[in-house]
């Protein structure tokens, strides 16, 4: 038997079809299933009503529209008969719930701080009606119609709607269930008055802020669309992947075969997430430049030799020869500076023109950790009549300014910092030897506190955090470690390398030490900047001073001095 919400709702005379159904699925449904009647929604002027909603763990989210009475469609009309005769739908059932439920996602997000990503399926119950099982409708599919000969294997039926239906990346974790509870049920629990609380909420308050401030990259990309070849020249969360993606957008819906390419591994699944979400007109190839490699026929190899010389120049030798219906009209890529000037030369050859085609670059070259970008050898591979115009992205819409201090010296006097003033940043003061350990309390501190596990990421400069290495020895970072990330199951563990491009509400940055100080600096700017709402930095303050050098000075001369065993905050640091 599901749990339910409210335990004993209160149906009206004519909710008797509301609670035939209700009480059908709170008797079939498992017992950790959570089951929530007539969901009332405000999404900013518009009013909204779930007749019921399903979370069913491992499973996903079933929104459901009842409708009781014998109903019926014709002509694209909908009827529905009752003891008062039969009278006219405005609209469709399905639309109803469509439109209820996408407004629940958008609710749901700025309070829980996380986007609902899990499977969810638009179901019409129709208790009383003997729905015919041949019905098809190109926007109404049969599975997610349950009649009245359907009812008793109700629970069936919804799962096989969810997971045959349902729009999403995976199933829902108990965990997101159990926090999704009170946004529905409206119960404020007990409410107590510490400054953590406070912070929690002024974050939230931010980052829906930032998130409505993104489309303004909008304009850029409007006003440059007549422009073949740019180069989007931004520091960190200026919005350069968001504008990657829906300039691959724009360009597929026009009908042109384009390639969305990028270096890591961890950009890589996160731009294959959000383009798995279109329906339609999506890029022929999305992912890393090396994987498009790969599916061209170029052998696979090892060595950093291999893929930084050996590779480009096998695709080189490819790309003049590709039947026409193959090759690119459009490339784009996003952390443009991780490209090396033969890894251009050899997309270039993929593509119709290679002289005139559309390219789009969006680079940060402060970020050019891996030190491959060469402007000037990359021009060449472009020619002075195909250069790429350099557009500059001056806005910082990721980061609260609190945040943004801590990597100032990095990006352009002109970038403006649109986030709000944000929360103070933490420093938690370690040794090298101990900061993975004394990070791994941080977690258990900001847990404490009321974030929640998928709203941080735990990120070292040095050797991987156990978590992390445990995968990559598991040989599970395709399968299970970059997945669970883009479903958002729970706190991350990651590399400050992997997570260019990517961000969380909180970043631990554990400075384990560096392998190379001449790109430190470079380092520590990617990791300052992937937190939207709280950074923590552990580490030794003396490693950070030697590191920062003259590129941030006082990058941590505001931050807060922390101590993650304490139940209290120390005074700023001075």
């Known amino acids: 038997m599901a749990r339910c919400y409210p335990q004993d709702p209160e149906f009206t005379d004519k909710g008797g079809a509301e609670k035939a159904v209700f009480e059908a699925l709170r008797d079939a449904l498992p017992e950790d299933a959570l089951l929530f009647h007539s969901v009332q929604l405000r ?18 989210i079933a929104a459901i529209e009842v409708k009781g009475g014998l109903v019926s469609s014709s002509e694209g009309c909908w009827y ?23 407004a629940l996602k958008d609710v749901l997000y700025p309070l829980m701080g996380t986007r609902v990503t899990s ?8 208790p009383y009606t003997p729905w015919p099982a041949d019905y098809t409708s190109v926007g109404f599919p049969r599975e997610l119609i349950i009649d009245r000969g359907q009812m008793p294997q109700i629970a069936q039926h919804v799962r096989s709607a969810i997971e045959n239906q349902g729009g999403g990346l995976a199933g829902l974790t108990l965990d997101f269930a159990e926090r999704m509870v009170k946004h529905l049920t409206s119960s404020t629990g007990p409410l107590g008055g510490d400054q953590a609380e406070v912070d929690y909420a002024q974050a939230l308050g931010n980052e829906q802020v930032q998130e409505t401030l993104t489309a303004r990259q909008q304009i850029l990309l409007s006003a440059t669309r007549s422009l073949p070849r740019v180069r989007f020249i931004g520091g960190a969360g200026s919005g350069k992947t968001w504008m990657a993606l829906a300039k691959a957008r724009e360009l597929s819906k026009q009908g042109l075969r384009v390639g969305l390419f990028c270096y890591n591994k961890g950009l890589g699944h996160y731009l294959k997430s959000e383009v798995g979400t279109w329906r339609q007109n999506k890029p022929v190839h999305t992912g890393e430049f090396h994987e498009y490699a790969r599916s061209l026929g170029v052998p696979d190899g090892s060595g950093q030799e291999y893929f930084d010389v050996a590779m480009p120049a096998m695709l080189r030798e490819i790309g003049p020869g590709l039947d026409a219906g193959l090759k690119l009209d459009a490339v784009i890529v996003d952390e443009a500076q991780d490209f090396a000037p033969d890894w251009w030369e050899a997309l270039l050859s993929c593509t119709v023109d290679p002289t005139g085609g559309r390219v789009y ?25 195909a250069a790429l115009v350099p557009i500059h992205v001056d806005d910082n819409l990721r980061n609260t300014r609190r945040i943004a201090q801590t990597f100032k010296g990095f990006i352009d006097q002109a970038s403006k910092l649109l986030g709000g003033d944000g929360i103070p940043v933490r420093f938690v003061a370690s040794s090298t030897e101990d900061s993975i350990d004394t990070a791994s309390y941080c977690v258990d501190a900001l847990l404490d506190e009321g974030w929640a596990n998928n709203q941080i990421a735990l990120l070292t400069t040095n050797k991987r955090h156990p978590v992390h290495q445990g995968h ?6 395709d399968s299970e470690y970059w997945p669970e990330f883009h479903r958002r199951d729970g706190e991350f563990y990651g590399h400050v390398l992997g997570f260019k491009g990517l961000e969380r509400s909180v970043v631990i940055l554990c400075v384990n030490g560096f392998k190379d100080m001449g790109r430190a600096a470079e380092m520590l700017y990617v990791g300052f900047s992937r937190a939207r709402s709280l950074l923590v930095v552990v580490g030794d303050p003396d490693l950070l001073d030697e590191a920062c050098g003259h590129e941030l000075p006082q990058a941590l001369s505001k931050a807060q001095l922390w101590d993650p065993h304490a139940t209290q905050q120390l005074e700023p640091a001075p």
Do not use: C, N
């Not at 529905?80 to 996408?102: N, W, Y």
């Open 43 to 60: 999404d900013g002027s518009a009013e909204h009503e779930i007749d019921l909603l399903v979370l069913w763990p491992e499973v996903g």
């Open 361 to 385: 670059a969006f680079m940060d070259s402060r970020q050019d950790v891996y030190r491959r970008w060469d402007g000037e050898a990359v021009g060449e591979s472009f020619g002075a009549a």
């Open 80 to 102: 529905q008969s009752d003891a008062k005769g039969k009278h006219r739908l405005k609209q469709s059932p399905m639309a109803q719930v469509q439109s209820s439920a996408h």
């Open 119 to 126: 499977r969810m399926a638009h179901i019409v119950v129709l």
């Open 472 to 477: 990559f020895e598991d040989g599970t970072v």
